[in-house]
């Protein structure tokens, strides 16, 4: 398994900011509840937020609805399949399996 860095999810929004509006901010910044410190990239589109951050020595890919409800991640396999799953979303792909963060 490739071993993902911060400086990998710098490089994977190098790669797509020109294209799409994400941003590149920090966990911190987001002020989520994250217990890690690192570079995020963050989209949203059709209703919903991506977010890609490494944590580890692997990715996690977040996807959300806009109320941060509910959600589904998983580990995209380096900075291929992590760009080719920004680019999905960020190009309509939204019907993720959304799962409610709490209990209701």
């Known amino acids: 398994m490739l071993e993902a860095t ?3 999810v710098i490089a994977v929004y190098e790669q797509l900011k020109d294209k ?16 890690v410190n690192c570079p ?5 589109a059709n ?18 609805n806009d ?6 991640h998983w580990h995209p396999v380096g900075i291929k399949d992590a760009v080719c799953d920004i680019v999905e979303f960020m190009e309509g792909k939204s019907d993720y399996a959304l799962h409610s963060f709490r209990s209701e």
């Open 40 to 44: 995020i990239i963050v989209g949203k």
């Open 6 to 8: 911060a400086t990998d």
């Open 67 to 72: 109320e941060q409800t509910k959600g589904t």
């Open 47 to 64: 209703g919903q937020i991506i977010e890609l951050y490494e944590n580890d020595g692997i990715f996690i890919m977040d996807v959300m």
């Open 20 to 35: 799409y509006e994400l941003i590149l901010t920090t966990t911190s910044a987001l002020d989520e509840g994250f217990d």
